[in-house]
């Protein structure tokens, strides 16, 4: 099939996209206006309640919420301090899902270490009552991460009270990153915290050599009940195959710090300018295009399942989910992926998307490689449908991510409105190819 037939179509949306002000105006609301949007705040009600109002306005078709019950992780007030050999703040957020310290808070000394290997060689016994400090240098964030999710719970099992984290970023001006965390079902939980860059290897290198750190932590975070909130969604119809569909978005929620710019405020309003700008070119694709704002990506992912559980219930069938969950920079492609293994991907369709980008070499996205998606569609990959995740240069995006520094003056414009140009013009030609 002659895929270059649409170069025509896909110059009008990304010259469309490259001029309009409206999606980049709706991303300065969300931020400026609402701001940090973490699962069951009254924020992030009012983010979704002002997007399916956002969709309407826009002439946006089957505008609706889909219920979904999250998780609602609290902060709460929260502190560490280095008491030995300095009296002196350090720059901490405590990680979501956390269970607080005692009233009083802890006070210990603490055992620093590079790795897990290193805390296992170091053993139970000079680790037994101490804090845990894990200062994993950053390789990459799917390499990293793992400190983040499973040290509390690695830390604890060999008696541990607290562990904290060296912030998972390659960059940083002593700004600490939060993120979810993970408590295995066998091991005590402990207060977990990151901490800035520049304070774990502060305290590292202190206890190389071979110097007494001690540090008091306070934590007052707490889990209440689930709590309730929606994806939202809207659509363009498709005018010969309606019941067929390709969704395109990202995630509402972010943590409870910065604003949620990047992550994914941008990757939410690019979907939108997308959709919008499909819609005001008077294109109509064959397939019903819906756009979907998630819940819930950030610490459980409830807002994807949600979502395939309700689609699977109205008898329309996915051809392709497009997800932009890596930041608004300035993008280069997409991935691609289908199924559980995220790699078996036919040939045919690996052909045919990479015709799709070679229509965004205007914008130099061109680029199709083999990827797992995103999480909010990972659910739809999972029963087949094939997945796309917009990718971009990220040269800054893990600077900014999960901390107070995701803010909207980060967004760079051009790059934002060439992500919603890339999308607009691979959701607009998957969903009318014959």
């Known amino acids: 099939m002659d895929v270059s037939k649409y170069q025509a179509t896909a110059n009008k949306l990304i010259d469309a996209a490259l001029a309009d002000d409206v999606g980049l105006n709706r991303l300065e609301y969300l931020c400026y206006r609402i701001g940090n949007r973490l699962s069951g705040s009254a924020s992030l009600d009012q983010a979704i309640a002002w997007g399916a109002e956002e969709m309407k306005k826009a002439g946006l078709a089957n505008v609706r919420t889909i219920p979904v019950k999250v998780p609602h992780w609290v902060r709460g007030r929260e502190l560490a301090e280095m008491l ?12 979501g899902g956390s269970v607080a310290t005692p009233p009083e808070g802890i006070t210990a000394d603490v055992v620093a270490v590079s790795s897990f290997d290193e805390l296992e060689k170091l053993g139970k016994r000079a680790v037994e009552g101490r804090i845990v400090l894990y200062d994993a240098p950053f390789v990459s964030y799917g390499q990293t991460v793992q400190y983040r999710g499973n040290g509390a719970s690695r830390a604890a099992r060999l008696g541990a009270v ?16 939060t993120g979810a965390m993970q408590y295995s ?63 395109i978005g990202g995630h509402t929620d972010s943590w409870d710090v910065g604003q949620g710019a990047h992550d994914d405020g941008g990757g939410i309003m690019a979907a939108f300018e997308a959709v919008s700008l ?24 409830r807002g994807g399942i949600a979502y395939r ?21 300035k993008p280069v492609g997409f991935d691609i992926g289908v199924g559980r293994t ?3 991907i036919p040939p045919e369709l690996m052909e045919r998307a ?20 995103e999480a909010d569609i990972e659910p739809l990959m999972a029963l087949g449908v094939p997945g796309f995740g917009l990718r971009t240069v990220e040269t800054h995006y893990f600077d900014y991510h999960h901390s107070q520094a995701d803010t909207f003056d980060k967004i760079v414009p051009d790059d934002f409105k060439r992500c919603a140009a890339a ?11 014959p």
Do not use: C
């Open 309 to 329: 559980d309700w689609a699977g219930t109205q008898g329309s069938k996915h051809v392709a989910a497009i997800e932009m969950d890596g930041g608004a920079e």
């Open 342 to 344: 995220f790699h078996a």
């Open 423 to 433: 999308m607009a013009v691979m959701a607009y030609v998957l969903a009318d190819l």
């Open 354 to 373: 990479a015709a799709i980008g070679a229509l965004l070499k205007k914008i130099d996205a061109a680029k199709i490689v083999p990827g797992e998606g």
């Open 185 to 247: 079902t066998t091991d005590p939980k402990i207060p977990t915290a990151a901490v800035s860059v520049e304070d774990a290897m502060w305290i590292h290198g202190l206890t190389r050599a071979g110097q007494k750190v001690r540090v008091h932590l306070t934590m007052e975070a707490h889990t209440e009940p689930d709590a309730d909130s929606a994806d939202v969604i809207g659509e363009i119809v498709g005018r010969e195959k309606p019941e067929e569909v390709v969704v």
């Open 278 to 301: 499909i819609r005001k070119l008077g294109l109509q694709p064959r397939r019903t295009i819906r756009l979907v704002f998630w819940t819930n990506e950030e610490n459980g992912g």
């Open 162 to 177: 607290a562990a904290l984290v060296r912030s998972i970023t390659p960059r940083s001006l002593r700004d600490p990153h």
């Open 84 to 95: 030995e050999p300095l009296q002196k703040p350090l720059f901490m957020l405590g990680l």
